[in-house]
């Protein structure tokens, strides 16, 4: 069966126990966790060196080395992404009418790292930095889940206050996801065929000492179903208004046929530490001696 993302939780600090998590990051050169799904029951606790899947007795325990990563998270489907745009990009795709802010790019986002996100702010739309890992401001911050699916994000309570009233856009570039091939898993980046940003529908919290958000995810189109059975819900420019105004759960569909291209990458992405151009690179392009 193909890896499944985690299901959003039917209780504040546990997910559905028919979820799955995808490890995306293990020392070993791919994902870590076996097979790719464990039945998900605890928390993912992310050290400073470390993390490790803490399950039920139907689960076990796995783990994998996430370099410099810090704080609780629960891994799902979508795990990584890229945002190599500017402040000026987004603000001809979206009319910020905020400030401008600099942020770094980067070819690898990983949980519990800081990205920008646009939400409506005092001021007006705008860019804001904020923590990949939702944490409602209710709980006690030990579960922050990256994915929420689009299917129930309107009535689990780990996301409908979010969902009905904090809403963002999560600007990417692009995304990774892994295809298992003969027993091992391959990573591919996936982009918009245009080379404009991918606008992610998102939800977002302000608490636990600043803001985070999770990344909502729908069915896999025709493209990422050759790789993947989910992907995440990507907006049109003409409909952000929309999103950003209404909890329209009608607009969490899948990117239409044609809007996105995909090629294999080199596994060096499992790694949150490397962080470079050539992770986005097709696989038979990248030199040899920065494979590992």
């Not at 009535?155 to 995304?175: D, E, I, L, Q």
């Amino acid at each position: 069966m193909a890896a499944r993302e985690i299901h959003e939780a039917n209780a504040p600090r546990q997910p559905d126990q028919d979820g799955f998590a995808q490890f995306v990051g293990g020392g070993t050169g791919e994902p870590a966790g076996g097979d790719g799904e464990v039945t998900a029951i605890g928390a993912v606790m992310l050290r400073s060196q470390a993390w490790n899947l803490l399950v039920g007795a139907a689960g076990g325990v796995r783990s994998g080395r996430v370099d410099g990563a810090v704080g609780p998270i629960l891994l799902g489907m979508c795990g990584r992404y890229t945002h190599q745009f500017s402040w000026k990009q987004i603000h001809r795709l979206l009319s910020l009418t905020t400030p401008e802010i600099q942020f770094e790019h980067s070819y690898n986002v990983a949980p519990t790292l800081r990205a920008p996100i646009v939400r409506d702010l005092d001021m007006g739309r705008g860019v804001e930095m904020a923590v990949w890992g939702l944490k409602p401001t209710w709980s006690d911050g030990r579960v922050a889940p990256i994915n929420a699916r689009s299917e129930s994000v309107a009535t689990s309570p780990m996301f409908r206050g979010a969902f009905k009233s904090r809403r963002c856009v999560v600007a990417a570039s692009g995304f990774y996801e892994w295809q298992r091939v003969n027993g091992s898993k391959q990573p591919w980046y996936i982009t918009r065929a245009d080379g404009e940003a991918m606008l992610l529908a998102g939800l977002f919290e302000i608490g636990h000492g600043g803001t985070t958000f999770t990344i909502i995810t729908t069915s896999a189109n025709t493209l990422m179903g050759t790789i993947h059975d989910r992907m995440p819900a990507v907006l049109e420019p003409e409909s952000v208004q929309r999103w950003l105004a209404e909890p329209d759960a009608s607009l969490l569909r899948p990117a239409a046929d044609g809007v996105l291209m995909a090629h294999p990458v080199s596994t060096r992405v499992n790694l949150p530490k490397n962080n470079d151009a050539t992770l986005i690179q097709p696989a038979d392009r990248v030199p040899p001696d920065t494979l590992f």
